[in-house]
Structure formats: C-alpha cells, structure tokens
C-alpha cells in the first residue's frame, strides 16, 4: 500500500513543468492536463476536447489501428488513407502477372470494384480509462514477478470483460511507464476493409530501399482503402450486403500546405519505444544485436535481390518480403550510428552514475535503489549469450522461409500441447490460409540460397551449446557441405509441395505423422527444442528480472526529477505527438529544406533503376504544369515535408495536422540522422517524413483520373 502512495504521489508531480517540446509521444485523454496550453502556445487552435472527447465527436474518431501502421478517415463514407507501404501487402496480395497492381496502380472507379481485404482490420478508440488503481488494489509487495504477473492478467481479463459486456466492442489494457501504471482501451473493430486505390510502385514507393528512411524524400506513399458496415453501421465479416461505414467523424483536408515553423500534429498508434532503457540496454541493442540482424539480413537481400532480377513474377513474389527485410537491415545500421553519433550511451552512463549518487543520498532511497544499476548491468550481461541465440535463431533459423512455413503447422504435432478437437479444426483451418499464401509467393531457388548462407552463418558465429540439434548431423554426415544438405532437405521434404500439404489437411483422418517425419519439421523441432532448453528458462527469468528494475527505475526516474514531465513509451496504443515543420542541418555543411517538390522528382530520375522510374503520365503532367487546385503558391507541387514529431514504427499513415486539426499530410517515415529516436530521441536531428496531402489528392485526381474519391473529402482550400 505504502508503494502506492508514493506513486500516487509522484504522478500528481507530472505536468508541474519542464519539458522539452517536440518530444513526447502523448495519451489523448491526458493532454487537457499536460499539453493543452503547450499545444496552443505552438500555435495551435484547438483545445483538448477537441482533439480527445468521450461525449462528443472528436478527431480521435477519424484516427484507425489498421494492421502494422495507421490510417484516418477522410469521407462520411468510410474513406480511409494511409500509407502505400502499408497497403503494400494487400495490394500485392491482389496482384498478379496480367493485373498488375503492385506495378501499375489500381484504382476502384465504383464501390462495386473495391476489393475485399480477408484479415485486415480497422480499429476506433471508443474510450480510455486509467485502471492503475484497480490493478495495484491487487498487488502486494510480497508478490514474486511471477505471481505479480498473473494477478495482473486476472484483473485485466475482468476488467476487460465489464468493459464490454452487452456491447459490440473489444478492449485491452497495456502497461504505461513499465508497469507503473496502466489504461484501459475500448475500441469497436471494423473487419470489412476493401481496397480502393494505390498509385503506381514508382509513385508509392518511389526511390524504393535506396530512400527508404532519409530525406530528401519524393515519396508518393499513400493509398486508399474503405471501411464498410452492416446496414446497422457495425462491424461486420465481409459481405456483399454491407455498405460504406458512417464515421462519427472525418477529417478534413487543408489544400493550404504548411510552412517552416507552423505548428503540427501526428495522432497515431507509435509501436515501441525504449527511451527510458539503462545504458546497458542500449548497448546490447545497438552493439550486439544489430549487427547480427544487419549481417544475417544483408544475406538474404544479396539473394533476393540477384534473384528478382531475372524475373518479373519472382519480382511481384517477393516484392514484399523484400521491403520488410530491408526496412529493419537498413533502420538498425541508422540506428546504432545515431546512438554512437551522439554519444546516447555515454551520455546515458553519465546520468546512471547521477541516478546512483542521489539514490545513495538517502537511507531508504539506498535500500530501494542503490544497486539498481548494478543489477540491471549483470543481469543484462547474463542474458547477452541468450538475447544472441535467440536473435540467431530467429533471424537465421526462421529466415528461411520454408523453415518459418513448417513452424506454423507444429501445433498440430506438438506433444506438449496437444489441440482439442476443435482447436485442431480451426488450426487446420487456418493453415489452408496460410498454404495458400505461401506458395503464392514462393519461389525455392531462392530459399535453398538463403537456406545455405544462413546455416552458414548460424553454424560459424554461434556456439556449439546454442546450436539446434540439426546442426550435428549437418557437421557430421554432411561434413558441413551446405549444398548437399540443402539438396537433401529440398527434396525430401513435403513443405515444398502444395499438393501434398492440401492433402495432408484435407485428409480428416490424417494423424499428421507425415509432418512429424519430414526434415524441415524436424529442424523446426530442434529449434523448439533449443529455445525450451537452452533459452525460454533462462532468458524468461532474466527477462522477468529486467522488467522489475526498469519498472523501478522508471519510477525512480520520476522521483528523482520530479520536474520533467515525462511521457510514457510507445505500446501501440494510440497517441498525439506535437511540434513544428522543420528544416535541419544533418551533418557539417549540410543544409536541408523542410519540403521537397516535383522536380526533385525528375532531377532523381533515371529509367535504368527500377525505384527511380517515372512515369509518363507524370512527366506530361509536369510539363503542362497541369497542377489543378493542388499547387503551391509558388505553382509548384510539394511531394514530401519533414517536421519535428516525435514518431515511431507504427505511425506509418498517421495523419500530420495542422493548428486547425486539418489533414495536411500523411507520415511515412523518419530522417536517416534520427533513426535512433526509439531508443534516445534527439529534437535537433530527428525528423518525421509526411507526403504532403497536396500531392495526394493531385495523384488521385490528376494522375490516376480517381477525382470522384476527392469529391467525397471535405477540402479546405
Ligand atoms: N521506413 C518506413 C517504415 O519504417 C517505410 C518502409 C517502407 N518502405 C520501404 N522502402 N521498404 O515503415
Ligand atoms: N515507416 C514507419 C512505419 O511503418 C514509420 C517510422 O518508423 O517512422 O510505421
């Protein structure tokens, strides 16, 4: 009870003072309290209630958790925007060799031929509770981590259920502050999500990995998609009978552009953040673990990329793997320059050493925090060898994708889990999904490729007491010739075969022994068996450990520097992040602008390099100077913009607002100077990359023809 108090206590010291404008990722039903009047000094023209209300209509209902990023709603009909890169597997899903939307765009001319989406989702905040109370009413100092946990879950799934009982909505309570405190979430989910449209690749994605996370950025990265509702206007499965969804909501779109230092707004659902971890997380992070990740990813992109070359379909096939791959090998090689950059470890250090000498300054401050530091560096050393393995098992072991494909089916033969019979019908169920998607971007040369670098690789870097079983034979019998175990596996493994898994699952007496003696399915195994041996014990106990003392020194933080207002990490769920358009100088001599415009276009072409292809249609247009409405007051078309926003992955298709709450862009990215923002944000280097709503709305219209979506928004001009 008494360690309540001082919580209690310690939060009423939030939003006394001190800040630092620009950074802060922010809970929407808090900002009235902490934000508001910053907001407005900035130059903004709203007030809270505006932006968060639980009574009334607010720009929170505009804003939608779509799988992977955000999206907002800009029609009374359910019109959604977000990214082309978020889109980007539904698009490709929708695509094949004669229609090829991924290449060409697609655009719906009619409701009628907007496409459904099975499995995705829109997600709208209906409310936000703070249960910290209600949860630690529940807790005891005796706790073990353990036993904290599970009290916590128990409450969690009670409070949950009274949140939604009798109504058609789902909820969810996550952790703020490492556990310090938590919110509850009530959202209504729309699972009828068509697609509507998506610019051409070398618009949407323009620039391709080679831009990917830097300024200056041409990217024309957004596309379209609709939510629909039953007659109701509730949530419904897919149906030929729902119509466009009824938004409590929309936002409006402003044709004004934004200039340096106008106030800005991102409101989305950032992913993670760990602004707060000791140096010694950081350290792991950024020295050890990225470039693992960074080594075993550059692998498999020598390979796709060399492959795809000789292909177009294979191109199509892995399209999308392949930005995934690349986004996370290239954001960590950003992200460990910017920590080493700028010193973040050491300046981290500094402060731990600080931390210590106040928490030593004080009887019982000593007893409750003298050795947190201390801890938390051991406990971060003993976990290092397994964080490794771990790393390498998953970015090795189920980098190949064959071996990723047969980990899905391992419940159906896991005899330590072993499924009910109706457990067993939905997985199998779901399987048949997950088959059919496989296979339709599946192309085996190039697995094999990947298969015999990353065993490679996992075989020379990692020690023998945290390499898989099958590794012994491949040592062994193989003599490590990689080529002749691969060949072996390929071709004895049924994993390859589309037929023979549909018959396998199709079969209502299969006993699945077939998978059970299947090669690649024993390497999963053996990689089960790994992880439930060697890691899961350990790396669960240790893991448990850390969470405690960065919960603690979280909140030893706070105590200590009762003047900062401090802002909880990023838990993917929804937040408002503030400041202001601007430009920025990235290095010695360098100086950017905050916005980019049509011509950098052109000055970046070049028809030999597929990202840096531009279209006819687009060049004619430029010519003309056929711009419409969608001109500067320069006459020139601005692409993309970077401003001060503090953002996370995740915000991809967050809406960039202006003072008034008006649509002015849609983000996409950050600044490759900022890429270490999730781990230590800096305000004079970090930037968010939005496309600028203009260019937006002169693609649809002007480029794809598409004007009749852009009568159904609501635009300022
Ligand atoms: N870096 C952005 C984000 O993290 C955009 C990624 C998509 N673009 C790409 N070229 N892979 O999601
Ligand atoms: N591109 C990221 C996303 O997809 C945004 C970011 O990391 O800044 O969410």
């Given at each position: 009870?008494?360690k309540?108090?001082?919580?209690?206590?310690?939060f009423a010291?939030i939003?006394?003072?001190?800040?630092r404008a620009?950074e802060?990722?922010?809970?929407?039903?808090?900002?009235?309290?902490l934000?508001?009047?910053?907001?407005?000094?900035?130059g903004?023209?709203?007030?809270?209630e505006?932006?968060?209300s639980?009574?009334n209509?607010?720009?929170?209902?505009?804003i939608?958790?779509?799988p992977?990023?955000?999206?907002?709603?800009v029609?009374?009909?359910?019109?959604?925007?977000t990214?082309?890169?978020?889109?980007?597997g539904?698009?490709?899903?929708?695509s094949t060799?004669?229609?090829?939307?991924?290449?060409?765009?697609?655009?719906?001319?009619?409701?009628?031929?907007?496409?459904?989406n099975p499995?995705?989702?829109?997600?709208?905040?209906?409310?936000?509770?703070?249960?910290t109370d209600?949860?630690?009413?529940?807790?005891?100092?005796?706790?073990?981590?353990v036993?904290?946990?599970?009290?916590?879950?128990?409450?969690?799934k009670e409070?949950?259920?009274?949140?939604?009982?009798?109504?058609h909505?789902?909820?969810?309570?996550?952790p703020?502050?490492?556990g310090n405190k938590?919110?509850?979430?009530?959202?209504?989910t729309f699972?009828d999500?068509r697609?509507?449209?998506?610019?051409?690749?070398?618009?949407g994605?323009?620039?391709?990995?080679?831009?990917?996370?830097m300024?200056p950025?041409?990217?024309?990265?957004f596309?379209v998609?609709r939510?629909?509702?039953?007659k109701?206007?509730?949530?419904?499965?897919?149906?030929?009978?729902?119509?466009?969804?009824?938004?409590?909501?929309?936002l409006?779109?402003?044709l004004?552009?934004?200039?340096?230092?106008?106030?800005t707004?991102?409101f989305?659902?950032?992913?993670?953040?760990?602004?707060?971890?000791?140096?010694?997380?950081?350290e792991?992070?950024t020295?050890v673990?990225?470039?693992i990740?960074?080594?075993?990813?550059?692998e498999r992109?020598?390979?796709?990329?060399?492959e795809?070359?000789?292909?177009?379909?294979?191109?199509?096939?892995?399209?999308?793997k392949?930005?995934g791959?690349?986004?996370?090998?290239?954001?960590?090689?950003g992200?460990?320059?910017?920590?080493?950059?700028?010193?973040a470890?050491?300046?981290?250090?500094?402060?731990?050493?600080?931390?210590v000498a106040?928490a030593n300054?004080?009887?019982?401050?000593?007893?409750l925090y003298?050795?947190?530091?201390?801890?938390?560096?051991k406990?971060?050393?003993d976990?290092?060898?397994?964080?490794?393995?771990?790393?390498?098992?998953r970015?090795?072991?189920?980098?190949?994708?064959?071996?990723?494909f047969?980990?899905?089916?391992y419940?159906l033969?896991?005899?330590?889990?072993?499924?009910?019979a109706?457990?067993?019908?939905k997985?199998?169920?779901?399987?048949n999904?997950?088959?059919?998607r496989f296979?339709?971007?599946?192309?085996q040369p190039?697995?094999?490729?990947?298969?015999?670098?990353?065993?490679?690789?996992?075989?020379?870097?990692?020690p023998?007491?945290?390499l898989?079983?099958?590794f012994?034979e491949?040592?062994?019998?193989?003599?490590?010739?990689?080529?002749?175990?691969?060949?072996?596996?390929?071709?004895?493994s049924?994993?390859?075969?589309?037929?023979?898994?549909?018959?396998?699952?199709s079969?209502?007496?299969?006993n699945f022994?077939?998978?059970?003696?299947?090669p690649?399915m024993?390497?999963?195994?053996?990689?089960k068996?790994?992880?439930?041996d060697?890691i899961?014990?350990?790396r669960?106990?240790?893991?448990?450990?850390?969470?405690?003392?960065?919960r603690?020194?979280?909140?030893?933080q706070?105590?200590m520097?009762p003047?900062?207002?401090?802002y909880?990490d990023?838990?993917s769920?929804?937040?408002?992040t503030?400041?202001?358009?601007?430009a920025?100088?990235?290095?010695?001599?360098?100086?950017?602008?905050?916005?980019t415009?049509?011509?950098g276009?052109l000055e970046?072409e070049?028809?030999d390099i597929?990202?840096?292809?531009?279209?006819?249609?687009?060049k004619?247009?430029?010519?003309?100077?056929?711009?419409?409405q969608?001109?500067d007051?320069?006459?020139q078309?601005?692409?993309c913009?970077i401003?001060?926003?503090?953002?996370?992955?995740g915000?991809?298709?967050?809406?960039i607002?202006?003072?008034h709450?008006?649509?002015?862009?849609i983000?996409?990215?950050?600044?490759w100077?900022?890429?270490m923002?999730?781990?230590?944000?800096?305000p004079?280097?970090?930037?968010?990359i939005?496309?600028?709503?203009?260019y937006v709305?002169?693609?649809?219209d002007?480029?794809?023809?598409?004007?009749?979506?852009?009568?159904?928004m609501?635009i300022?001009?």
């Amino acid at each position: 009870m008494k360690k309540l108090v001082i919580l209690i206590s310690l939060f009423a010291f939030i939003g006394l003072s001190n800040l630092r404008a620009d950074e802060g990722m922010w809970i929407p039903s808090l900002i009235q309290e902490l934000n508001e009047k910053e907001m407005q000094d900035l130059g903004m023209m709203l007030t809270a209630e505006d932006i968060y209300s639980v009574n009334n209509s607010s720009l929170k209902d505009a804003i939608v958790k779509i799988p992977g990023c955000t999206g907002e709603i800009v029609s009374d009909q359910g019109l959604i925007l977000t990214n082309h890169h978020c889109g980007y597997g539904r698009i490709q899903a929708h695509s094949t060799l004669e229609n090829d939307y991924l290449t060409d765009g697609f655009w719906a001319m009619k409701k009628s031929e907007e496409l459904p989406n099975p499995g995705m989702y829109a997600r709208i905040l209906i409310s936000i509770e703070d249960v910290t109370d209600k949860i630690y009413n529940v807790l005891n100092d005796g706790m073990t981590e353990v036993e904290r946990d599970k009290a916590i879950k128990a409450k969690i799934k009670e409070l949950t259920k009274a949140a939604t009982e009798g109504t058609h909505y789902d909820a969810f309570v996550r952790p703020f502050y490492y556990g310090n405190k938590y919110y509850l979430f009530v959202n209504e989910t729309f699972k009828d999500v068509r697609l509507v449209g998506a610019p051409p690749s070398n618009i949407g994605k323009f620039g391709g990995d080679t831009d990917n996370w830097m300024w200056p950025r041409h990217t024309g990265d957004f596309s379209v998609f609709r939510i629909y509702a039953n007659k109701d206007n509730k949530p419904a499965e897919y149906s030929e009978d729902n119509v466009p969804y009824k938004p409590k909501n929309h936002l409006k779109i402003s044709l004004k552009g934004v200039d340096e230092g106008d106030f800005t707004m991102v409101f989305g659902y950032p992913g993670r953040t760990q602004e707060y971890l000791p140096s010694y997380g950081v350290e792991i992070n950024t020295e050890v673990l990225n470039p693992i990740k960074i080594k075993l990813r550059a692998e498999r992109l020598n390979i796709f990329k060399r492959e795809v070359e000789k292909d177009k379909k294979v191109r199509i096939q892995y399209a999308s793997k392949t930005a995934g791959v690349a986004n996370g090998w290239k954001k960590w090689q950003g992200e460990t320059r910017g920590i080493r950059r700028f010193d973040a470890i050491g300046k981290k250090r500094a402060f731990e050493k600080e931390f210590v000498a106040w928490a030593n300054a004080d009887e019982t401050r000593k007893e409750l925090y003298g050795d947190l530091i201390a801890n938390y560096e051991k406990a971060t050393n003993d976990i290092k060898p397994l964080q490794i393995a771990y790393t390498y098992m998953r970015e090795a072991g189920y980098g190949i994708e064959i071996v990723r494909f047969a980990s899905s089916f391992y419940p159906l033969i896991d005899a330590d889990k072993p499924l009910a019979a109706d457990k067993r019908q939905k997985t199998i169920k779901s399987l048949n999904g997950t088959v059919e998607r496989f296979f339709k971007n599946y192309y085996q040369p190039i697995d094999e490729e990947v298969f015999e670098a990353l065993l490679k690789r996992y075989n020379e870097d990692v020690p023998v007491e945290y390499l898989p079983a099958f590794f012994s034979e491949l040592n062994g019998k193989y003599k490590g010739d990689y080529q002749k175990y691969a060949d072996r596996i390929f071709k004895k493994s049924i994993f390859t075969s589309k037929e023979k898994i549909e018959k396998i699952l199709s079969n209502p007496k299969a006993n699945f022994k077939a998978f059970e003696k299947d090669p690649v399915m024993k390497m999963v195994a053996s990689l089960k068996q790994l992880e439930k041996d060697k890691i899961k014990p350990y790396r669960g106990k240790l893991t448990t450990d850390i969470q405690k003392y960065q919960r603690t020194f979280m909140k030893a933080q706070m105590e200590m520097q009762p003047e900062i207002r401090w802002y909880p990490d990023a838990n993917s769920t929804i937040r408002l992040t503030y400041g202001q358009v601007k430009a920025f100088e990235p290095m010695d001599a360098v100086s950017y602008k905050h916005y980019t415009t049509l011509e950098g276009i052109l000055e970046k072409e070049n028809p030999d390099i597929y990202d840096y292809v531009v279209e006819e249609k687009l060049k004619e247009l430029y010519r003309n100077k056929d711009f419409g409405q969608y001109a500067d007051k320069n006459g020139q078309i601005v692409v993309c913009f970077i401003a001060a926003n503090h953002t996370s992955g995740g915000n991809s298709g967050s809406p960039i607002l202006n003072k008034h709450g008006h649509l002015v862009g849609i983000n996409f990215d950050r600044n490759w100077e900022g890429t270490m923002s999730d781990l230590s944000y800096d305000p004079n280097y970090c930037r968010n990359i939005s496309v600028d709503a203009r260019y937006v709305l002169f693609i649809i219209d002007k480029f794809a023809g598409a004007g009749h979506l852009v009568e159904e928004m609501t635009i300022i001009k």
